[in-house]
Protein backbone atom coordinates (compact mmCIF):
# COMPACT_ATOMS: atom_id res chain seq x y z
CA UNK A 1 0.00 0.00 0.00
CA UNK A 2 1.38 3.60 -1.35
CA UNK A 3 1.99 5.97 1.52
CA UNK A 4 0.11 9.17 0.93
CA UNK A 5 1.66 12.73 0.66
CA UNK A 6 0.69 16.40 0.14
CA UNK A 7 1.71 18.76 -2.50
CA UNK A 8 1.32 22.21 -2.71
CA UNK A 9 2.59 24.05 -5.70
CA UNK A 10 2.27 27.03 -8.16
CA UNK A 11 0.46 26.18 -11.10
CA UNK A 12 -0.68 29.61 -13.20
CA UNK A 13 -1.55 30.27 -16.80
CA UNK A 14 1.74 32.15 -17.12
CA UNK A 15 3.72 29.90 -14.84
CA UNK A 16 4.16 26.49 -13.92
CA UNK A 17 6.69 25.94 -11.06
CA UNK A 18 9.21 23.24 -12.45
CA UNK A 19 10.39 22.90 -8.95
CA UNK A 20 6.73 21.34 -7.84
CA UNK A 21 6.72 18.88 -11.07
CA UNK A 22 9.80 17.57 -9.68
CA UNK A 23 8.91 17.33 -6.04
CA UNK A 24 5.63 15.72 -7.56
CA UNK A 25 7.94 13.13 -9.66
CA UNK A 26 10.56 12.37 -6.83
CA UNK A 27 7.16 11.53 -4.75
CA UNK A 28 5.64 9.16 -7.06
CA UNK A 29 9.07 7.39 -7.83
CA UNK A 30 9.39 6.86 -4.06
CA UNK A 31 5.94 5.22 -4.24
CA UNK A 32 3.79 7.62 -2.85
CA UNK A 33 0.44 8.81 -3.63
CA UNK A 34 0.34 12.33 -4.43
CA UNK A 35 -2.79 14.62 -3.35
CA UNK A 36 -1.56 17.31 -5.86
CA UNK A 37 -3.00 20.99 -4.91
CA UNK A 38 -2.03 23.75 -7.50
CA UNK A 39 -1.66 27.06 -6.55
CA UNK A 40 -3.43 28.55 -9.80
CA UNK A 41 -3.15 32.33 -9.08
CA UNK A 42 -0.44 34.77 -7.01
CA UNK A 43 -2.84 36.07 -4.43
CA UNK A 44 -3.81 31.99 -4.01
CA UNK A 45 0.09 31.45 -3.36
CA UNK A 46 0.73 34.41 -1.44
CA UNK A 47 -1.89 33.36 0.93
CA UNK A 48 -0.73 29.77 1.37
CA UNK A 49 2.41 30.94 2.16
CA UNK A 50 1.21 33.10 4.92
CA UNK A 51 -0.49 30.83 6.32
CA UNK A 52 2.23 28.14 6.63
CA UNK A 53 4.44 30.91 7.12
CA UNK A 54 7.17 29.72 4.60
CA UNK A 55 8.55 31.96 1.58
CA UNK A 56 8.76 29.99 -1.71
CA UNK A 57 6.73 26.70 -2.72
CA UNK A 58 6.18 23.78 -3.53
CA UNK A 59 5.76 22.96 0.03
CA UNK A 60 5.31 18.85 0.59
CA UNK A 61 3.68 17.66 3.87
CA UNK A 62 3.97 13.98 5.27
CA UNK A 63 1.96 12.08 7.52
CA UNK A 64 0.76 15.61 8.72
CA UNK A 65 4.17 17.14 8.73
CA UNK A 66 5.67 19.61 6.77
CA UNK A 67 8.63 18.22 4.60
CA UNK A 68 9.78 21.75 3.08
CA UNK A 69 10.74 22.64 -0.75
CA UNK A 70 11.89 20.53 -3.50
CA UNK A 71 15.65 20.43 -1.77
CA UNK A 72 14.11 19.30 1.24
CA UNK A 73 12.45 16.93 -0.34
CA UNK A 74 15.68 15.59 -1.63
CA UNK A 75 17.35 15.73 1.75
CA UNK A 76 14.39 13.75 3.38
CA UNK A 77 14.66 10.94 1.04
CA UNK A 78 18.72 10.85 1.59
CA UNK A 79 19.63 12.33 -1.73
CA UNK A 80 22.36 14.94 -2.32
CA UNK A 81 21.74 18.31 -3.15
CA UNK A 82 20.74 18.89 -7.04
CA UNK A 83 23.82 20.15 -8.92
CA UNK A 84 22.76 23.15 -10.79
CA UNK A 85 25.21 22.19 -13.53
CA UNK A 86 26.68 18.53 -13.03
CA UNK A 87 30.58 18.01 -13.46
CA UNK A 88 32.70 20.60 -14.82
CA UNK A 89 33.81 18.57 -17.37
CA UNK A 90 30.04 17.30 -18.73
CA UNK A 91 30.28 19.75 -21.65
CA UNK A 92 33.42 18.36 -22.78
CA UNK A 93 32.54 15.13 -22.84
CA UNK A 94 29.15 15.67 -24.27
CA UNK A 95 30.69 17.69 -27.30
CA UNK A 96 33.31 14.53 -28.36
CA UNK A 97 30.47 11.89 -27.73
CA UNK A 98 28.52 13.33 -29.80
CA UNK A 99 30.86 14.00 -32.22
CA UNK A 100 32.14 10.57 -31.92
CA UNK A 101 28.54 9.13 -32.38
CA UNK A 102 28.09 11.28 -35.66
CA UNK A 103 31.38 9.14 -36.82
CA UNK A 104 29.69 6.01 -35.75
CA UNK A 105 26.73 7.51 -37.83
CA UNK A 106 28.40 7.60 -40.91
CA UNK A 107 29.87 4.52 -40.83
CA UNK A 108 27.01 2.28 -39.88
CA UNK A 109 25.56 4.15 -43.02
CA UNK A 110 28.44 3.49 -44.79
CA UNK A 111 29.05 7.09 -46.13
CA UNK A 112 32.12 7.06 -44.67
CA UNK A 113 35.04 4.17 -45.11
CA UNK A 114 36.20 2.48 -41.94
CA UNK A 115 39.91 3.46 -42.08
CA UNK A 116 42.02 5.75 -39.45
CA UNK A 117 42.19 8.96 -41.89
CA UNK A 118 38.72 9.87 -42.65
CA UNK A 119 37.43 8.45 -39.07
CA UNK A 120 39.82 10.93 -37.33
CA UNK A 121 39.20 14.04 -39.69
CA UNK A 122 35.78 13.69 -39.36
CA UNK A 123 35.90 13.31 -35.40
CA UNK A 124 37.67 16.22 -35.42
CA UNK A 125 35.85 18.23 -37.63
CA UNK A 126 32.66 17.19 -36.10
CA UNK A 127 34.03 18.38 -32.56
CA UNK A 128 35.03 21.65 -34.02
CA UNK A 129 31.53 22.58 -35.07
CA UNK A 130 30.25 21.83 -31.89
CA UNK A 131 33.36 23.73 -29.92
CA UNK A 132 32.48 26.67 -31.96
CA UNK A 133 29.03 26.25 -31.41
CA UNK A 134 29.28 26.37 -27.69
CA UNK A 135 31.52 29.89 -27.91
CA UNK A 136 29.13 31.51 -30.22
CA UNK A 137 26.11 31.21 -27.71
CA UNK A 138 27.83 33.98 -26.07
CA UNK A 139 30.88 35.32 -28.17
CA UNK A 140 31.09 38.30 -25.87
CA UNK A 141 31.62 35.73 -22.70
CA UNK A 142 33.88 34.06 -24.55
CA UNK A 143 36.03 36.78 -25.66
CA UNK A 144 36.48 37.94 -22.54
CA UNK A 145 38.36 34.53 -20.74
CA UNK A 146 39.76 34.02 -23.91
CA UNK A 147 41.96 37.22 -24.18
CA UNK A 148 43.45 36.31 -20.53
CA UNK A 149 45.39 33.78 -21.81
CA UNK A 150 45.24 33.41 -25.86
CA UNK A 151 48.96 35.05 -26.87
CA UNK A 152 47.22 36.47 -30.05
CA UNK A 153 44.34 38.47 -28.26
CA UNK A 154 46.17 39.66 -25.92
CA UNK A 155 47.82 41.77 -28.01
CA UNK A 156 44.78 41.86 -31.02
CA UNK A 157 42.05 41.71 -29.01
CA UNK A 158 39.56 41.64 -31.87
CA UNK A 159 40.82 38.39 -32.86
CA UNK A 160 39.29 37.02 -29.85
CA UNK A 161 35.69 37.47 -31.65
CA UNK A 162 37.02 36.13 -34.85
CA UNK A 163 38.28 32.85 -33.11
CA UNK A 164 35.40 30.50 -32.78
CA UNK A 165 34.41 31.57 -36.29
CA UNK A 166 37.27 30.68 -38.03
CA UNK A 167 37.13 27.55 -35.74
CA UNK A 168 33.68 26.83 -37.34
CA UNK A 169 34.90 27.37 -41.25
CA UNK A 170 37.67 25.12 -40.74
CA UNK A 171 35.45 22.38 -39.13
CA UNK A 172 32.78 22.70 -41.93
CA UNK A 173 35.50 22.97 -44.62
CA UNK A 174 36.84 19.67 -43.80
CA UNK A 175 33.52 17.80 -44.16
CA UNK A 176 32.46 20.16 -47.21
CA UNK A 177 36.08 18.51 -48.39
CA UNK A 178 36.84 22.68 -49.57
CA UNK A 179 40.27 23.09 -51.44
CA UNK A 180 43.22 21.94 -48.38
CA UNK A 181 44.55 25.40 -49.17
CA UNK A 182 41.36 27.02 -48.00
CA UNK A 183 41.00 24.97 -44.92
CA UNK A 184 44.84 23.63 -43.60
CA UNK A 185 45.89 27.14 -43.25
CA UNK A 186 43.27 28.29 -40.99
CA UNK A 187 43.34 25.15 -38.86
CA UNK A 188 47.35 25.44 -38.47
CA UNK A 189 46.89 28.99 -37.60
CA UNK A 190 44.53 28.89 -34.94
CA UNK A 191 45.67 25.35 -33.93
CA UNK A 192 49.50 26.42 -33.65
CA UNK A 193 48.75 29.84 -31.79
CA UNK A 194 46.37 28.43 -29.08
CA UNK A 195 48.43 25.23 -28.62
CA UNK A 196 51.41 27.45 -27.72
CA UNK A 197 49.02 29.88 -25.84
CA UNK A 198 47.94 26.78 -23.37
CA UNK A 199 51.26 25.43 -22.89
CA UNK A 200 52.97 29.06 -21.99
CA UNK A 201 49.73 29.73 -19.64
CA UNK A 202 49.69 26.74 -17.98
CA UNK A 203 53.17 24.59 -18.25
CA UNK A 204 55.59 27.67 -18.22
CA UNK A 205 53.56 30.32 -16.18
CA UNK A 206 51.72 27.76 -14.16
CA UNK A 207 48.77 29.99 -14.22
CA UNK A 208 45.17 28.87 -12.88
CA UNK A 209 42.66 29.86 -15.59
CA UNK A 210 39.51 28.93 -16.58
CA UNK A 211 39.40 27.49 -19.88
CA UNK A 212 36.76 29.22 -22.97
CA UNK A 213 37.47 26.03 -25.22
CA UNK A 214 33.68 25.39 -24.18
CA UNK A 215 32.26 28.87 -23.84
CA UNK A 216 32.60 32.04 -21.62
CA UNK A 217 30.95 30.59 -18.89
CA UNK A 218 33.11 27.32 -18.29
CA UNK A 219 34.40 25.68 -15.52
CA UNK A 220 36.78 23.62 -16.91
CA UNK A 221 40.48 24.12 -15.84
CA UNK A 222 42.45 25.64 -19.12
CA UNK A 223 45.39 22.84 -19.38
CA UNK A 224 45.33 19.12 -21.06
CA UNK A 225 41.05 19.38 -22.94
CA UNK A 226 42.41 23.13 -24.36
CA UNK A 227 45.68 21.79 -25.46
CA UNK A 228 44.02 18.86 -27.08
CA UNK A 229 41.13 20.62 -28.88
CA UNK A 230 44.28 22.83 -29.87
CA UNK A 231 46.68 20.16 -30.78
CA UNK A 232 43.82 18.45 -32.63
CA UNK A 233 43.31 21.23 -35.48
CA UNK A 234 46.73 21.85 -35.39
CA UNK A 235 47.26 18.50 -36.46
CA UNK A 236 44.90 17.42 -39.12
CA UNK A 237 45.55 20.88 -40.95
CA UNK A 238 49.00 19.73 -40.71
CA UNK A 239 47.83 16.20 -41.80
CA UNK A 240 45.83 17.60 -45.22
CA UNK A 241 48.91 19.92 -45.91
CA UNK A 242 50.72 17.16 -46.26
CA UNK A 243 48.70 15.05 -48.46
CA UNK A 244 49.55 17.64 -51.57
CA UNK A 245 53.21 17.41 -50.87
Known sequence: MSREA??????????????????????ERKGFAVEDHKLTSREETDAFKEKHGVETTPQTFIDGKRVGGYDDLREFFGKAEESQKGSRYTPVIAIFAI??????????????????????????????????????????????????YDLLAMKHLRYAYFYPFAEAYAGIGMLAQLPVLAVAPVSIFIGGIGAASVIKAVYIDKRELKCACVGGDSDVPLGFISLSENLFMLGAGLWMLSKLI
Do not use: N, W
Not at 13 to 25: A, R, V
Not at 109 to 126: G, M, Q, T
Not at 129 to 145: E, G, I, P, Y
Open 6 to 27: TLYRMVTDQHICPYGLKSKDLL
Open 99 to 148: AALFVIALLFSSRLPLAPEPVILHFVAFAMVLLALQKLQDVRSFATMFIT
